[in-house]
């Protein structure tokens, strides 16, 4: 009897790892984060597999730290494929390997107690023709063209990204700097960029010469390797995908980038580069329709969960529908972020119920004369920051704008409308708000309500209209609340305020008018509005 149980428990054990991620169990969460929400939104598909795994041992992978394991990996995924699909299980141990290339139908299943380190070997890593993407060094893991992949498990992929990035001497301190240089590599001449070798910095202009020319292949790319770092995940034009429980760390440029792609599931994800990691964007959802991003936890070196709009689609917008709900960003240039590329046009989105904590910015969204486009219906609710550097939310349409090299770039003006935040609370940071947006196309419609912000400095907005304040509390430092200038139409209802206020309102611009300040308690203010010499005085109403 015993044995006969024993038995039963160990078969049921074996394919613990198969049904436990069964796409079933997904459906009744999607359906709690994509119903009720303030913008139509098609089905999320969650992909279905067969009933059927494949081992990597099976096709001769050696778990020793150093043996390569990219043939029998991409063929056991290759297997998997070709005989219908199901799971292909990396399990415990180290697995060094050269990219995987994902199939359709297949779920890639890293067990916990499974580290995937990629190669430090730039050789193992080939030159690749891609949709979109043109010439480039294959991704760690990659995937294009496909329908029905998945990346499951509670195991680790290590992008080996410090065999491929620049570090900046000032994101480092000098111990950091001085272990650098004593790990050899080269550094510019002006001692402020350190390059893993002399041929990762001079490769960079001539790849970028290169890629102009259309009369070359791969092989005229090889000399040049060493400086097109390659994204850590790359999917591009791929239907019905699910990232479950991985981690994914040390990436060489952004860590998980899908493009063109449909019915994108990101649950339980956790991404850890280092802040100093150059380029080193957590998750980046590019030209996509239909995206569910939820339980995440991200440390970035650059943007946290970042949306672009550009990737070449001809209808607009190119990416829309997306919900980002229960997430957690640490260090990030960015906490959520918009930009910078917008040109493709962006259209709802929903955040909610997210931390950041110690970002650079907490609420990003940011554009450029040549990037820009439409960016409408985002909806955020329930962002709760601590310790973040700069702004709490920021908007911002002059992103590395270089108008002296860009000059001959085609004008494309950001159209950033339709903004609402609810429930932003937020404890340290240097401004609640700055608007820094273009005379000729102002930020419109952002609506801020049942929110409070304890920093040194309040509001600044530049080319603003129809911003409405309702039921929001400052508590701040400096002497004034909101600098307005060349804005109008802003409502500032029940805004309460502590701190060392002086003044509640600073207006600056000859177009500034229709300021409205109602149910805020100004009498203990010296000088509660202070008018700028060509502000109408008549622009503002206080009840």
Known sequence: MYKKLFCLIFLCSSFFPLLANTPGDYNEEIKKYTSNLPFEMGEIKVPVFRDKSFNIRDFGAIPDGHTLNTDPINNAIIKCS??????????AGLWVTG?????????????RGALVQFSRDHKNYPIVR??????????PILGYNLENVAVTGEGIFDGSGETWRPVKKAKTTSSQWQNLLKSGGYVDNKNSIWYPSQEAYEGLQNVKKLKSNKNLSENDFIPYRESMRPYMTLLINCKNVLFDGVTIQNSPMFALQPIQCENVILRNVKINNEWWAQNGDGIDINACDNVLIYKCTVNAGDDGICMKAGGGKKKSPVLQNIVIADCIVYHAHGGFVIGSESDGGIKNIS????????TD????????KDRGGLVENIFIDGIYMKDIVNEAVLFSFSYEQNLEQNKNKEEKLPVFHNFNFNNIICIGAEHALIIDALVESPVKNVNITNSYFETVAGVEADFASGIIFDKVKFDTKNDILFTLNQTNNITLNNVTFSGKIKSFISLKGDKTNLIKVSSSDLSKLKVPVIFSPEVNKNSIEIK
């Open 82 to 91: 070709e005989d219908g699909g199901g799971m292909v299980i990396i399990p």
């Open 99 to 111: 990219p995987i290339l994902l199939k359709s139908n297949v779920n890639l299943h890293v067990e």
């Open 130 to 139: 891609l949709p979109l993407k043109g010439f480039s060094v294959a991704s």
């Open 351 to 358: 955040v909610k119920n997210c931390n950041f904590i110690g």
């Open 361 to 368: 910015i907490g609420l990003r969204f940011k554009s450029a």
